[in-house]
């Protein structure tokens, strides 16, 4: 089993920034791929972006040029550093973690950009 603990998350105007943490901890030989995934009220979970454990990343559309994911394997954490929010950033942000897939899944964050 891995355990994830996610902090990091608040409200920020539109173009602050906020960083996000997640520390994982447990049977962490097993992961590979970690990530961060959000979910607006209404709307289904989306990646927002992943990293390997060969430091490779994909982000979503909407959060390139903004959003660095990034990782201390010395730490077991991953990262998500957001500049220039936005309003449509507000979601619910989750960490998750995997041998390849996501196969675990951290409590949640709450991100909220005003306008």
């Known amino acids: 089993q891995v355990q994830l603990v996610e902090s990091g998350g608040g409200l920020v105007q539109a173009g602050g920034s906020l960083r996000l943490s997640c520390a994982a901890s447990?049977?962490?030989?097993?992961?590979?791929?970690m990530g961060w995934y959000r979910q607006a009220p209404g709307k289904q979970r989306e990646l927002v972006a992943i990293i390997t454990s060969s430091s490779s990343t994909r982000y979503a559309d909407s959060v390139k040029g903004r959003f660095t994911i990034s990782r201390d394997n010395a730490k077991n954490t991953v990262y998500l550093q957001m500049n220039s929010l936005k309003p449509e950033d507000t979601a619910v942000y989750y960490c998750?973690?995997?041998?390849?897939?996501?196969?675990?899944w951290g409590q949640g964050t709450q991100v909220t950009v005003s306008s």
């Open positions: 998750g973690v995997g041998a390849r897939g996501i196969d675990y």
């Open positions: 447990g049977s962490i030989f097993r992961i590979n791929t």
